[in-house]
């Protein structure tokens, strides 16, 4: 169909894109493309596909399709994986770079661990949380005996996001709430309800215990007492329920940090500050990722990883 086109995959905590240098390389169909390469069956198997084009104010842009070919407007690990390429690109000299999206450009800071790991760092802007109740009540319908919402709202990351908090009323320690939920009723439901104004992605998240001593995250970043710790599972717009959301993770930060008093997030209740939490770490079933609130900016620190290069 497009002829032979050279890609390569990456994964940021298992989120996984198609990447396309379009500097040298032109894709006519984008949609079609993204749908024929993003199958796990008869594709090469992602989440979506990401073309790299020139832009005269950053180092590139990020165009990105989701899995059914609709265009995303920004995605935290993309963001990631195309500054770890970009950095391979410049013969890795180039570590600080600036990433064009349809949501306005990224800073972006790769810091090469070996060979093959790098901790890619983004900053994803402010963020907001839109004033749109969450339809709780009709949710409750979707969850399994004994769960309950804690809080839910909606956040703006460039990309619209539905945070849901859960809790297990039974208090049972180490229950696999998560596990129980019906990913794909919950994300239907929320992503295409109708008062949201456009569809959203969906992050469904349970606190784990605050960390009482420092959580390693990766070689250079911790989760220091005092912090969020969450698991979440994720759903997103347009490719179903993924490994893990960058963007998805910064809305969970944002909606915490606006719903959750800063003294609940401490280990034992919480005796030593009222500081707002600075940090998140947070647990999707394809990894780690860590946001960290500098400055009121919302940045994104995961590993970024090559899987493997090929043509269609
Ligand atoms: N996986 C992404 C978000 C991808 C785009 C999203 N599905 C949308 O259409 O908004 C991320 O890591 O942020």
Redesign the pocket.
């Known amino acids: 169909m497009e002829g032979q086109i050279s890609f390569v995959k990456m994964e940021?905590a298992g989120?996984d894109y198609v990447y396309v240098d379009c500097f040298d390389q032109y894709v006519k169909n984008p949609q079609l493309l993204a749908r024929k390469v993003s199958s796990r069956h008869f594709g090469v198997g992602s989440?979506?596909l990401i073309l790299l084009k020139p832009s005269p104010r950053a180092d590139c842009f990020m165009d990105?399709y989701?899995s059914d070919g609709?265009r995303?407007?920004?995605?935290?690990?993309?963001l990631r994986c195309a500054a770890r390429y970009m950095w391979e690109k410049s013969g890795k000299t180039k570590t600080d770079l600036r990433i064009e999206t349809l949501s306005g450009i990224c800073r972006a800071y790769v810091h090469p661990l070996n060979e093959r790991r790098c901790w890619v760092q983004v900053d994803m802007g402010r963020g907001f949380v839109r004033n749109v109740p969450v339809p709780v009540r009709e949710l409750g319908r979707f969850l399994p005996a004994g769960i309950f919402v804690s809080w839910a709202c909606l956040c703006d990351i460039g990309?619209?996001h539905c945070v849901v908090m859960v809790k297990d009323w039974r208090e049972v320690k180490e229950k696999p709430v998560l596990e129980e939920l019906d990913m794909n009723r919950v994300g239907h439901f929320l992503e295409n309800y109708p008062d949201f104004g456009e569809k959203v992605?969906v992050e469904v998240c349970a606190k784990i215990r605050a960390p009482q001593k420092e959580i390693y995250v990766s070689e250079t970043e911790v989760c220091a007492p005092g912090n969020l710790a969450v698991r979440a599972r994720v759903w997103?717009?347009?490719?179903k329920e993924?490994l893990?959301?960058?963007?998805?993770a910064c809305a969970i930060y944002l909606a915490a940090s606006r719903m959750i008093k800063a003294d609940e997030a401490l280990p034992n209740g919480g005796e030593s500050s009222c500081q707002p939490m600075k940090q998140c770490c947070v647990f999707m079933p394809g990894g780690r990722l860590h946001v960290e609130n500098i400055g009121g900016h919302l940045f994104l620190g995961g590993y970024a990883t090559e899987v493997f290069t090929g043509k269609v």
């Open positions: 940021g989120n989440d979506g990105i989701n609709s995303g407007r920004t995605c935290g690990n993309g990309n619209l992605n997103e717009r347009g490719s993924t893990s959301c960058g963007s998805g």
